[in-house]
């Protein structure tokens, strides 16, 4: 019994549209999210809340996401991602609608926070990718992962700004009905990627066939590289949501035009097509877990750095480029260290699970910041806390064990 060439990713023709279709998703859904930041001051003021209401239902967002993304990944690698991603997306705009329209702290929590949480689950990183790793040759994998994560920011950088736009010319809620129209719009792209978890050419044939998912799952909890990896994400998460969310107002606290903030994220999403791209490029040349540990080195020294000069336009735009290069530069390298230890075939359910811990982290950077902010009316103990986590993430990457894990293995542990 062998397997079908049709299910080798060094063979499939739909390889380009594939990755086309996964962009354009990844592009839309992910700037969609990252705009948020920008309703949290208008909303807030407008129906006399605090900070901490938005900041707590976005809380909810983030931790919903990531709940949701290991469930969506096993339906999808067991029924198709195509029907998963056309039902995500209606359930994010749909939540996006509920908040739209609810002017209470409630309808709040469970249109911006769950329904867009559960949508998020399934029309982002861990559903696509997988479709994208298990598609290309195993050379092309680590680079196809940082353009669909590029594309992701190029997302942020083409949204936010239309959403500032929006919000001063149409009003907050308007804006919001605008972004969940386009996320209908691109659903019919899910088509392309309708696949099915095929089997893993890591392995020989006859080694594939008996290879379950359950199989995977254990030996990735017997696997203390694993759960290093998986703690280092939830850093990523909650300086990526912290900044993501409070960025904006921060630069209005700091004396600075409300269009400075926007664009600063802005510059955080151009920056990032190149910072992702990069990260991938050099994932498939250097060793992805200490490349992951530079990042985190990187990034603790940027905020002692903005932290320490003067508020300034060239400040904010400084700090927004050079965190754009390091920005989402952590993805195609986890969830390639993930297929490199683990195989591709099960790598959404797996990538999945880390990501749960990112979404964890940014929980509590979106929430702490909203509710130290309004205890102290200041950010500055989040922004350091950011700092002191980007070094502890470095050094839990340094000793992962990133070598394939071989199918002997793999039995031994789940026998």
């Given at each position: ?7 080798r ?38 129906l ?64 911006a ?24 040759p195993?050379?092309k ?14 997302g ?47 392995s ?21 590289g ?68 530079w990042?985190y ?23 927004g ?18 297929a490199?230890?683990f195989?591709a ?30 205890a ?28 394939p ?9 789940t026998?």
């Amino acid at each position: 019994m062998s397997v079908s060439s049709s299910t080798r990713p060094s063979t499939n023709p739909n390889t380009r549209i594939i990755l086309l279709a996964g962009c354009l998703i990844l592009c839309v859904a992910f700037g969609v999210r990252s705009s948020y930041g920008l309703f949290v001051g208008p909303i807030s003021e407008e129906l006399g809340w605090g900070r901490e209401v938005l900041a707590f239902s976005l809380a909810i967002q983030n931790l919903i996401w990531g709940m949701a993304q290991p469930f969506s990944s096993m339906i999808a690698e067991r029924y198709g991602a195509g029907r998963v991603l056309v039902a995500s997306l209606v359930l994010y705009a749909a939540g996006i609608i509920l908040g739209a329209y609810g002017y209470s702290p409630l309808t709040s929590h469970m249109g911006a926070g769950f329904f867009v949480g559960v949508g998020l689950g399934g029309a982002s990183f861990s559903v696509i990718l997988a479709v994208i790793g298990r598609a290309v040759p195993e050379e092309k994998r680590s680079v196809s992962l940082g353009i669909a994560t590029a594309s992701a920011s190029l997302g942020q950088f083409l949204i936010i700004p239309t959403g500032s736009l929006l919000i001063e010319t149409q009003g907050w809620q308007e804006a919001l009905l605008i972004l969940a129209l386009l996320l209908i719009v691109v659903s019919p792209a899910s088509w392309f990627l309708k696949g099915k978890s095929e089997a893993d050419t890591r392995s020989s044939p006859e080694d594939q066939i008996d290879e379950k998912m359950s199989d995977t799952i254990l030996a990735a909890c017997h696997h203390t590289g694993f759960w290093l990896l998986t703690t280092g994400f939830f850093v990523c998460g909650f300086q990526l949501a912290f900044v993501t969310v409070h960025l904006p107002s921060y630069a209005v606290d700091m004396g600075m035009a409300p269009w400075v903030g926007a664009w600063t994220l802005a510059l955080v999403g151009i920056a990032n097509i190149f910072g992702s791209y990069l990260s991938g490029a050099l994932g498939g040349r250097y060793r992805k877990k200490y490349l992951l540990a530079w990042i985190y080195i990187a990034r603790t020294l940027l905020i002692v750095l903005f932290l320490m000069l003067p508020p300034s336009v060239e400040s904010f735009m400084m700090f927004g480029l050079v965190m754009g290069v390091l920005w989402l530069s952590t993805v195609p390298l986890t969830a390639g260290l993930v297929a490199q230890i683990f195989g591709a075939r099960y790598m959404g359910t797996l990538y999945g699970i880390v990501f749960l811990s990112h979404q964890l982290g940014s929980f509590a950077g979106v929430w702490l910041g909203g509710a130290l902010f309004d205890a102290t009316r200041s950010y500055e103990i989040v922004w350091w806390v950011c700092a002191i986590l980007g070094l502890i993430a470095a050094l839990l990457h340094w000793p992962i064990a990133d070598k394939p894990l071989p199918r002997e293995a793999l039995i031994r542990q789940t026998g």
